[in-house]
């Protein structure tokens, strides 16, 4: 059974904690309420108190009973974000067709992009983080596109996670089957290439994009054609962006077997979940912190150089099916 925020705390009992740190501050009767996220606007809050609240989060998340208790200042604006592993994401809301939703903010903003602002993606977290719903939700917004505009190359070859897509129209390959094995996948890289190549030699337009989607990249890469694909994964990633294709590539294990550093110096817009160590969290967003992170979607967002938190919504294979059809 899950839980929401609203129903096991009260304003009272946060007002009673700051209060018992001398931290006098005015918040309203109740929190904004966001899927896991419960948060206070800290009004007429003295400077001081600010880092005092930063020093006591581990206490508060004590003292309150919660996973997480995060502060953030964001022009002029302080508020007071509390998380427990067991409250409930938020459900996925579809935003419009071709707008890529990854989550929803802290306070409830939706973080966004477009295929053109990525180009390319990496999703990386420990196993049973949510990369692969991570995924769903990513193949939820472009599927909402119709077939005739979007051109997808599903790869699992652990069999995991995207046998729901086989028939999806969106789907390039031959009868629109998933792609599970590692020959048949190194032959359709080998095929993007060549589109890739054809559309640089044919200048630029408007070309149809193709998006391929790697769940277990590491699984690929520790396969039969790993190096082959690793080079050419690193062809694309360099060059894909004018000829309008992308990559989003999803794993586990982000060792530099796996993530070579020109690879990753290409794919510069990261989502890292809950990851195993901080060593993972630095190979994958050049920080420590993911590996405190809650599980089930909570994640950091790097776009551009920031660094957003974020709830990444539930979504499964079936959702994306009903969007497509
Ligand atoms: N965003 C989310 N919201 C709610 N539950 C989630 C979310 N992401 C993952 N989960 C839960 O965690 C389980 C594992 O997620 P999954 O995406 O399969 O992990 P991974 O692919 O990283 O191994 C899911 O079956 C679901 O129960
Ligand atoms: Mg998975």
Not at 10 to 38: C, K, M, P, Y
Not at 136 to 165: G, Q, V, W
Not at 201 to 225: H, N, T
Request: glycine share 8%.
């Amino acid at each position: 059974m899950f839980l929401t925020p609203d129903t096991t705390i009260t304003s009272d009992l946060l007002n009673g904690v700051l209060a018992a740190r001398g931290i006098e501050f005015h918040a309203g009767d109740t929190g904004i309420v966001q899927g896991r996220w419960a948060s206070w606007v800290l009004t007429g809050l003295p400077t001081a108190a600010i880092s005092t609240l930063r020093r006591a989060s581990e206490d508060l998340e004590i003292a309150l009973g919660v996973d997480a208790v995060v502060l953030t200042v964001e022009r002029g604006r302080v508020t007071l974000s509390i998380a427990r592993r067991d409250w409930q994401a938020a459900p996925l809301v579809l935003p419009a067709p071709g707008t890529l939703l990854f989550g929803h903010g802290i306070t409830g903003d939706a973080v966004t992009g477009t295929l053109e602002d990525l180009p390319h993606l990496l999703v990386c977290g420990a196993s049973g983080s949510g990369k692969s719903v991570a995924l769903h939700c990513i193949l939820r917004s472009l599927a909402a596109l119709p077939a005739s505009d979007m051109n997808l190359i599903l790869i699992d070859t652990k069999f995991l996670e995207f046998a729901p897509y086989n028939g999806l129209k969106h789907i390039y390959t031959h009868g629109h089957e998933v792609i599970t094995d590692h020959m048949a996948a190194a032959r359709f890289f080998t095929e993007a290439v060549g589109v890739m190549e054809r559309r640089y030699r044919e200048g630029p337009k408007k070309y149809k994009p193709i998006v391929i989607v790697v769940d277990e990249f590491a699984d690929l890469i520790s396969g039969p054609m790993g190096t082959y694909i690793q080079e050419k994964t690193l062809q694309l990633a360099q060059k894909a962006r004018a000829a309008h294709m992308h990559l989003i590539l999803a794993t586990q294990r982000p060792s530099v077997k796996v993530l070579p550093g020109d690879l990753k110096a290409n794919i510069p817009s990261r989502l890292t979940l809950k990851t195993a160590t901080a060593v993972d969290s630095r190979v994958s967003m050049d920080a420590n912190g993911a590996e405190k992170l809650l599980g089930k979607g909570d994640g950091f967002y790097l776009h551009n150089g920031k660094l957003t938190r974020l709830q990444v919504p539930f979504a499964t294979a079936a959702d994306v099916i009903k969007v497509a059809q």
